[in-house]
């Protein structure tokens, strides 16, 4: 088979991570690299103690041989973060954040977290993040028709966990709905 | 499948193999480097990052501008959408040329005794780069080859689809339906009357027999800027601002996904 | 659900049986609601599955009721509290009572079909939500406590999930499962 069944309805969270893993990050480089032309673009040069922006997955494989130190993005922080959760808390609509940012701050999390400032603070933050978000998809999925739902602000990982039965809720309507309107045509 | 043999495979589909400008460079590359570093010359890399403006603050404001970054939105996009996309073939020759030349760079400096410490450091990372952009270029390709074989029958019979496929994986295509048409004839359809020996009828109350991509199938859309307005099947109208994410039947953005205006997220 | 002439499942959907009243006289074709009877006299009533009663219908052959499982007696039901009918007994093990609704809506007429639509659609998204709840609970409760106490109700209404809302209820488990399995999947711990 080209794809493997579990691929063909939806996109995994390794794969997303790997997609959110291109994102630039700035970084203090503990080694020297010249400037590097990659596939994605230039980096470098890494000059220590000179801040760099690297790609996440750059910042990863150096971090992993302590070659580096992450710092962490503007909204990977406990402050943040606890304005985020009272919005999101006291907000019908769901808070603005990056749009990669379960992916990246999972990875940033997993393998820097030494270069944070009270991490578990932060991953007990995005705990309550997720699960007030998810409450309101759930709000979401009552409203859910055969013709069209909005979700703004809903972020990458987070369309990929409701995807596979939103898609299917969706279709079912379709389906239960009698004489959908003619295939919808673009207005002028 | 071996790299070098995908590699040949996609190549061998363009009608004419051309020499475009990045076989050039790489000719060029490869005699004018005298260090083999994995760097591009013949242009300024230093303004790729400030170009790409890549923000991590709050919006994801990144202008799509280097290949590998179109190659991912197209690889979503046909993994989300229930049809087939227009082949990106420029678009993955140059990726797979610019692998090619990035690999073999790295060989070069690999075979090298003199290749200092930093930069086996920076060999690993232009392997670990090859690497994603390999999984991202393969699972791009199959996704494409599962729908073709899913709906290799409807392709052959239907020309508007074959235009956006390669001359690859139109082969690909017309091979498939040939071989399960032999299948179905030789295990079933042979010892049927002549009437119902075909893999084509459309009776009545009973679906098509070519399996067609279900358009109206939900996908989740990403306005990448201010979209004209769109008819919903419940006949409201939606104007989407540029940021705007929505669930709806992939028939209804089917334009807008072709036009590059939203995409598939 | 789906439209595709491959599809097993819409193949099997289309086994469930119709109540006909035949209209004319069909001599010598008494067998075909499994009797004895050589013939099939005008207005004698014969359960004929739904890929057989197209044609017969649409010929005006005969007419068809409503089946049991979308009668008045179940739409009050599900009027009065939706997820406490078990849609399951209505068409049996393995059987979608949203997808015999659909084929039973195609062959109405346009007022009875309307009615059926609204029938099946509130059904549907008044039972979505503990479809997809009762999956995540589920999904969280990982391997070791799966099927341990979580009311009786709720075990109730799992069990009378027709196919149609137990595929959901399978594709939002397993989504719930893989995301938890990233969550725990460190890149610290690989290396």
């Known amino acids: 088979m080209a794809l493997p069944q579990s691929l063909r309805v939806s996109v995994t969270p390794p794969e997303l991570e790997l997609v959110a893993s291109q994102q630039l990050v700035e970084i203090v480089p503990l080694i020297s690299m010249e400037k590097t032309a990659f596939i994605s673009g230039a980096y470098g040069p890494l000059r220590p103690p000179n801040k760099a922006k690297v790609p996440l997955w750059m910042a990863v494989n150096l971090k992993l041989k302590k070659k580096c130190h992450i710092i962490a993005p503007p909204w990977l922080n406990a402050d943040y973060l606890q304005d985020r959760l009272t919005e999101e808390t006291s907000q019908p609509a769901f808070s603005k954040l990056p749009f990669r940012f379960t992916e990246i701050a999972k990875v940033i999390l997993d393998v820097a977290s030494d270069d944070l400032e009270s991490p578990d603070k932060i991953r007990s933050l995005l705990k309550d993040l997720r699960e007030a978000r998810q409450a309101k998809s759930r709000e979401g999925l009552k409203t859910l028709d055969h013709s069209e739902l909005s979700l703004p602000n809903l972020c990458s990982m987070e369309i990929n966990e409701i995807r596979p039965y939103f898609v299917q809720s969706m279709s079912i309507f379709t389906q239960l709905v009698r004489n959908p309107a003619p295939d919808p045509l673009r207005e002028a | ?265 | 659900m789906d439209y595709d002439y491959f599809s097993v499942e819409a193949i099997l959907a289309e086994n469930q049986k119709i109540q006909c009243t035949f209209k004319h006289a069909i001599p010598g074709m008494g067998h075909l609601g499994g009797g004895s009877e050589r013939d099939i006299a005008v207005l004698s009533k014969m359960q004929i599955p739904i890929w057989l009663a197209y044609t017969i219908i649409y010929s005006d052959w005969a007419e068809f009721n409503i089946p049991q499982p979308f009668s008045s007696r179940v739409r009050n039901a599900l009027r009065a509290d939706a997820c406490s009918v078990r849609l399951s007994n209505l068409v049996g093990a393995g059987g979608s009572w949203y997808g015999f609704g659909k084929t039973i809506m195609d062959i109405l007429s346009d007022e009875q079909a309307n009615e059926m639509s609204q029938m099946l659609t509130k059904a549907f998204r008044e039972r979505l939500v503990d479809v997809i709840d009762q999956a995540q609970h589920f999904a969280a409760l990982g391997q070791a406590n799966a099927g341990g106490t979580s009311g009786n109700a709720a075990q109730s209404f799992r069990e009378g999930l027709d196919t149609t809302e137990r595929e959901l209820f399978s594709l939002a488990q397993e989504s719930a499962k893989q995301i938890k399995r990233w969550y725990e999947d460190s890149d610290r711990a690989k290396h």
């Open chain 2, 1 to 265: 499948m071996d790299w070098d043999a995908q590699y040949e495979l996609l190549k061998a589909g363009k009608a004419i193999p051309q020499a475009g400008p990045s076989y050039t460079t790489r000719n060029e590359s490869n005699i004018d480097d005298d260090d083999m570093r994995p760097v591009l010359p013949g242009r300024d890399p230093g303004d790729e990052p400030e170009r790409r403006r890549t923000n991590l603050i709050l919006d994801e404001e990144e202008t799509v501008a280097t290949p590998l970054e179109r190659l991912t939105r197209h690889w979503m996009n046909e993994r989300h959408a229930p049809d087939i996309l227009p082949a990106q073939e420029d678009l993955l020759m140059n990726l797979l040329d610019h692998l090619r030349r990035q690999s073999e760079a790295v060989q070069l400096l690999r075979e090298d005794p003199s290749t200092s410490e930093e930069e086996h450091m920076r060999i690993m990372l232009v392997q670990t780069e090859i690497e994603r952009v390999k999984f991202i270029v393969r699972s791009y390709v199959r996704t494409r080859l599962f729908k073709i074989e899913k709906y290799a029958r409807f392709i052959t019979t239907t020309p508007e689809v074959q235009t956006r496929l390669t001359a690859a994986e139109l082969d690909h295509a017309s091979r498939h339906a040939k071989i399960t048409d032999q299948h179905f004839y030789v295990s079933v359809l042979q010892s049927l009357p002549e009437k119902q020996s075909h893999l084509d009828d459309t009776p009545l109350f009973v679906p098509p027999m070519i399996t067609e991509p279900d358009k109206t199938r939900p996908v989740f859309v990403h306005a990448l800027k201010q979209c004209p307005r769109i008819r919903l099947p419940d006949g409201a109208t939606l104007e989407m601002e540029k940021g705007h994410i929505s669930l709806m039947p992939y028939s209804v953005v089917e334009q807008l996904v072709a036009r590059g205006e939203v995409e598939l997220i």
